[in-house]
Structures are given as structure tokens and as C-alpha cells.
């Protein structure tokens, strides 16, 4: 378990995946408000100012259109992998191509393509959609029964969903006023941390607004709200309010519990059914100490008014903390402060969060930095 906590911020800073050198010298390199490093106002090719991406109706190229107003090009991490199988019934493997062990799993006679993808997927902990079973090189479709395995191989698709970045507020930015899609949004800089922290986490979408039209925008995640705002162009990209600097930290390769499911492909909400019939024995055994009867309130575990402790200055809240390791366990820290009754709290929501914590680390907006941090 961890001994020492990083603070959140020293933490980012240390994991996140950079951008190359030159992306994060250009983006940086911010002109002051209202010109260029030169002194001259930068124009574009038809005269207008470089403000056009503020007010893209002057030009007349969006009235009825139905592209994307594209923002400026950020580096991507998506990618694939192949993965060769290999099946000795019941066992399927998989390898890398150069012969490295990824996952092993049992696999009954008759699978269908569906049945591999969901073993495969939760052997390895990715999502199911991530994955394509190819034979010959061409998809199999879900329901197709299987017997050959040495013509048949598994494409991942590497680093599925938004791509999270990590950015800093643009102090040389003056403006808060962007526009957004058919109208102006204010941003609110003291809703975002200070100039040169990179700790502000923001994701890039295509949004449609009240129009037909499709902008591109970026979605800042803070504590209290989520801010949008249309991404400039690549014009304009030294005058964006955020300087994106590199990719959040990858999330801990941590296996799902079996039946884990994604509410969609757009929806950030993820699920498992664990049966855990100690926590029940448990809980009813601190129902009878506290005769919390007629009916059980298993949910009193969790009331914050648990959590709240009489001192001389008046009653004050304690939160109940995990140091989280790399391999994703968790260890309850504080002792006989961290909960009315320590020892159950201990037994109880231990293993719960350590069954939540696959779901959690696959959460997007926001990303969480669970593995080796006290959540």
C-alpha cells in the first residue's frame, strides 16, 4: 500500500503522457490579445479577420451546412493490436505477435464469435466493443459456431472512448467570451485552477447546438460544473483559453467482475452484478448489535452521519479514505476515526470499492487517478 500520497496535482504531472515537444512549444507560445508575436494582426485568405472562427455565419459557409466546424487537430493515442488465439479445450490463449501470453480463459465446445469475445474481453478487462474477431482477416459475425481456431486472430482497438487531456489555463488569453455554436459562452476563469497548473482535465466532442450545425468543442471537467465552448481553428489555436499539454494518465488494466456492462456507447455509466454474501452475514450481524429492526437499513454503512465525529469544537466530518494499490486493493486508513464502527466498515466497504474499481478507472468525465492514490 502506499506510504507516501502524492498530492493530486504532483501526481498528474508525473504520469501524464506528453505531448511531442514541438505541439507543446507551439501551443504555448500564446501572442498577446488581439495580434501576433510580430505586432500585425493575422488576416486569413479572404480578407477576414482571424476572429472568423468566433462568428462563422459572417462568411456565409455554414448557412445550411452539414459538416463539422473543426477545431484544431490534437494528437490521438487510438491504435489496434492483433492478438493470435489458441484453443486446447477448454483453455483459449492469446498471444501477442510476438509470442507474449495476454489472456488465458476457458471456453466451452461450440462457442459462437460472441461467446470468445465475451471470455476474451473479460480476461483481459477491456471493453467488449473494443474487440473484432477476424478469420481469414474478415469479421465472424456474433452468432457464428467456431471449430477452427489457427485461421482466427482478435483485433483490439487500443484506447476506445474520448481521449482525456490534460491542460493549463492560457494566461495570454484575455478574453472568457467563445463562441458557441449559435451563441457566446462566458467562461468563468476562476471556476478553473491558475495559470500554469496543468490539473484542468477537458475532452474534445462534436456538439450540435440548437442549429443542424456540428462544432467542434472542447468540455472542461471541474469540481462543481462542466464548461463547453467551441474549439478555435488551428488559426486560431494559440488563442484558446486551454493549452493542452498531454493525455491524462492511462487507466489501471484492471480485470472486469463477469457481466459488467456500458449503458451505451455514449453513456459514461457502467455496471456489475457481484454476489457477496458475507456482506449480508455481516450486516445483519450489526443489525442485531444495534437492533436496527423491524427492517434492516443496510444503507446506514454509508450515511455520511456516520462519518461524524464530537469534538471540542463542535461535530466535525471525517471522509473515509483508501490507499488504492497498483493491483487495485484497497486498505482503509484512519484507524478508529475512519467510521462510527471501524471494524465493519473495514470488512464491509473493502471489498465492495475493490469490486467497484474496474468500473471506476473506465469513467471518462471525469477520468478518476485511482491506482496508487488515497481516493
Not at 46 to 57: F, H, I, L
Not at 228 to 244: A, C, M, S, V
Not at 268 to 293: F, N, Y
Request: charged share 20%; hydrophobic share 40%.
Amino acid at each position: 500500500m502506499a506510504e507516501y500520497v502524492q498530492p493530486y496535482a504532483e501526481a498528474l504531472q508525473e504520469r501524464l503522457v506528453p505531448f511531442p515537444t514541438e505541439f507543446r512549444e507551439f501551443a504555448s507560445a500564446a501572442p498577446a490579445a488581439g495580434g501576433s508575436d510580430s505586432g500585425e494582426s493575422e488576416g486569413s485568405a479572404d480578407g477576414n479577420s482571424d476572429d472568423d472562427w468566433m462568428s462563422p455565419w459572417d462568411s456565409g459557409d455554414m448557412i445550411g451546412a452539414t459538416g463539422v466546424r473543426d477545431g484544431y487537430k490534437l494528437p490521438s493515442m487510438h491504435g489496434f493490436r492483433m492478438i493470435s488465439l489458441s484453443f486446447n479445450g477448454p483453455s483459449l490463449v492469446g498471444y501477442s505477435m510476438v509470442g507474449t501470453e495476454i489472456f488465458t480463459t476457458s471456453l466451452a465446445a461450440g462457442a459462437t464469435a460472441a461467446d470468445v469475445l465475451e471470455a476474451a474481453s473479460s480476461a483481459m478487462g477491456v471493453e467488449p466493443a473494443s474487440l473484432t474477431l477476424l478469420c481469414h482477416g474478415a469479421p465472424l459475425e456474433p452468432q457464428e459456431t467456431l471449430s477452427d481456431f489457427t485461421s482466427m486472430a482478435i483485433r483490439q482497438v487500443l484506447h476506445t472512448g474520448p481521449a482525456v487531456y490534460v491542460c493549463e489555463q492560457n494566461a495570454r488569453c484575455e478574453t472568457d467570451t467563445f463562441f458557441g455554436g449559435s451563441c457566446e459562452v462566458i467562461v468563468n476563469r476562476d471556476k478553473l485552477p491558475n495559470p500554469g497548473i496543468a490539473t484542468i482535465q477537458a475532452l474534445q466532442e462534436t456538439r450540435e447546438f440548437v442549429t443542424p450545425h456540428r462544432f467542434d468543442c472542447w468540455l472542461i471537467y471541474t469540481k462543481h460544473e462542466v464548461l463547453l465552448y467551441q474549439q478555435p481553428t488551428e488559426k486560431r489555436r494559440k488563442h484558446d483559453l486551454l493549452i493542452p499539454l498531454g493525455f491524462f494518465p492511462p487507466a489501471p488494466k484492471w480485470s472486469f467482475p463477469a457481466g459488467s456492462r456500458r449503458w451505451g456507447q455514449l453513456s459514461d455509466v457502467w455496471s456489475a452484478c457481484v454476489e457477496m454474501p458475507q456482506i449480508k452475514g455481516l450486516m445483519d450481524t450489526h443489525a442485531d448489535l444495534t437492533l436496527d429492526r423491524p427492517i434492516p437499513r443496510y444503507q446506514m454503512i454509508v450515511d455520511p452521519n456516520q462519518f461524524v465525529r464530537q469534538t471540542a469544537r463542535g461535530p466535525v466530518w471525517v471522509p473515509c479514505e483508501f490507499d488504492i494499490d497498483s493491483e487495485g486493493h484497497a486498505q482503509i486508513v484512519g484507524g478508529s476515526r475512519c467510521h462510527k464502527y471501524p471494524a465493519l466498515a473495514e470488512k464491509v466497504a473493502t471489498p465492495i470499492l475493490e469490486a467497484a474499481l474496474p468500473l471506476l478507472a473506465k469513467l471518462r468525465r471525469p477520468q478518476l487517478l485511482l491506482d496508487r492514490r488515497r481516493p
